[in-house]
């Protein structure tokens, strides 16, 4: 079965963490490169994060040094934790497969998107 589930998002205060899972079907993490969206309500969907094949990270401006992007090849699967949440980190937060992109073109959402996970939403209180 072809997929990708996310999963881990929940309501927090502000400075709370929550670590969001990205589980992907053998196919897709062996075929496919895996990285995390988000969309707030208004704004257009963007690239959060994504790790690199040969390990390099990378990150929306906005969410560095407070997000982690990891994945355990064992279980196909992609982590985002997701540490010192702020207001505006609220958003359903997504994981999609896609061919490899530059950063640049996955953080404005710029090439086609193979598969995307249902979403799950991520809700930042005072």
């Known amino acids: 079965q072809v997929r990708l589930v996310d999963s881990g998002g929940g309501s927090v205060e502000a400075g709370g963490s929550l670590r969001l899972s990205c589980a992907a079907s053998?196919?897709?993490?062996?075929?496919?490169?895996i990285a995390w969206f988000r969309q707030s309500p208004g704004k257009q969907r963007e690239g959060v994060a994504a790790?690199?094949?040969?390990?390099?990270?990378y990150y929306l401006d906005s969410v560095k040094g407070r997000f982690t992007v990891s994945r355990d090849s064992a279980k196909n699967t992609l982590y985002l934790e997701m540490r010192n949440l702020k207001f505006e980190d609220a958003a359903m937060y997504y994981c999609?497969?896609?061919?490899?992109?530059?950063?640049?073109?996955?953080?404005?959402?710029?090439?086609?998107?193979?598969?995307w996970g249902q979403g799950t939403q991520v809700t930042v209180s005072s």
């Open positions: 790790l690199n094949g040969d390990g390099t990270e």
């Open positions: 999609a497969a896609f061919r490899p992109a530059p950063w640049p073109a996955i953080r404005s959402l710029a090439m086609p998107v193979s598969h």
């Open positions: 053998a196919y897709i993490y062996s075929t496919y490169y």
